[in-house]
């Protein structure tokens, strides 16, 4: 049954594996008196049932995948409707469904649930994707999209558009289709902003803390003084950063992390916490880590034998993608502080999955090209 694994691209699977092990060594070095002092065991276990999702999809036939895409979509409608309507509330935000061993967040599953569909979709369609197709997709990534917001989740909220819209950009569009899009996107970054300094009738798209972040980034010296200030977390992610150095401080070594002066030092500003403890030095490495892994994505899109693989893979390396760029950006101070976890790295047990999960799918894709009939 899993002959097939012995084609493996292993690079890209030791890639992954070193991140994760990065990720546990991070968690493990914080002090975690008040949240989970248990949090690497169990990051440990989610790695470990992540690498055994990333076994069986890597087994299977990727293009399975494309039969089943509107059972998963309805599948992660209704688990998204449980969560609005029965989750655990955590700092104000309704995002998991508590299975007291292990908290549930579909969010993160939409995040492959969305690529699967929209592959599926375009895949049949490409090279001449009409206007209307464009408007259907767009109509069907609504009503997740509403159901994740409310809950509410902005960053992966993103991190799905954004894969969305580069699926579609990579559909091979007319030029006209490609300035309508383009257009569209410059209309929603202008109503983005109107929303931000409460423009009428722009102002109930964002909600007052989200507002604030965006302001923060803007005026990254407001409220720095007070505990969680509108600047403040980021200020002391900056100042993490800048107290590791060239070689770094260790692990558990690091002032900032160590004595809580870090806010989600697990989650949002873990990449403060490795610089503290690697330095320059590790940041380097982690970044050249992070490239390697897109690099592979990009063969694997190019490797791919037909239309459903292509677009899959660009799926997930536009997921991976925005989510390095923005975690490690919030964390420095160029991007509004959103929730999105950095792949592989952040504690939390569905983005881990989700993470494997992507990479069993390439994994498949790059298995199956070698065979012409598969």
């Not at 409220?223 to 800048?242: E, L, P, R």
């Not at 504690?347 to 069993?360: D, H, K, N, P, R």
């Amino acid at each position: 049954m899993f002959t097939k694994l012995r084609g493996l691209d292993f690079p890209l699977l030791i890639t992954s594996t070193l991140l994760t092990f990065a990720g546990i060594a991070v968690i493990y070095s914080l002090v975690f008196a008040e949240i989970d002092s248990n949090l690497a065991l169990k990051q440990t276990i989610f790695f470990v049932v992540g690498l055994t999702f990333l076994i069986l999809l890597a087994n299977f036939d990727y293009r399975i995948l494309s039969g089943s895409s509107w059972y998963m979509y309805l599948a992660i409608i209704t688990l998204l409707v449980v969560v609005d309507l029965f989750g655990k509330t955590t700092g104000g935000a309704t995002r998991w469904i508590d299975l007291k061993i292990f908290q549930l967040q579909p969010s993160e599953f939409y995040k492959f649930v969305s690529i699967i569909f929209m592959a599926s979709f375009l895949s049949r369609r490409i090279g001449r994707v009409r206007i209307a197709d464009i408007i259907y997709m767009f109509l069907m990534l609504l009503p997740p999209l509403f159901l994740i917001l409310i809950e509410p989740d902005l960053g992966t909220a993103l991190v799905i558009i954004f894969s969305w819209f580069v699926m579609i950009i990579f559909s091979k569009l007319t030029a006209k289709q490609y300035i309508l899009i383009f257009g569209s996107l410059a209309a929603v970054i202008t109503i983005f902003f109107l929303s931000v300094y409460k423009i009428t009738p722009f102002t109930p798209l964002l909600k007052d803390y989200q507002r604030s972040r965006v302001e923060t980034l803007i005026h990254p010296s407001k409220d720095t003084q007070y505990v969680y200030g509108n600047g403040y977390n980021v200020a002391q992610a900056q100042i993490t950063i800048g107290s590791g150095g060239v070689f770094g401080r260790g692990l558990s070594h690091g002032s900032q992390s160590q004595l809580q002066f870090l806010p989600k030092p697990e989650t949002d500003f873990i990449f403060s916490s490795y610089s503290e403890a690697f330095g320059l030095i590790g940041d380097l490495l982690l970044l050249i880590a992070f490239a390697y892994l897109l690099i592979k994505i990009i063969d694997i899109a190019k490797v791919a034998k037909d239309n459903f693989g292509y677009l899959l893979a660009v799926g997930v390396g536009a997921t991976f993608a925005f989510q390095i760029i923005v975690n490690i950006a919030m964390n420095i101070g160029l991007a509004p502080v959103t929730g999105i976890p950095l792949p592989f790295i952040s504690a939390g047990g569905s983005s881990l999955i989700t993470s494997f999960v992507l990479v069993g799918i390439l994994e498949s894709i790059y298995i199956h090209h070698k065979k012409i009939t598969f």
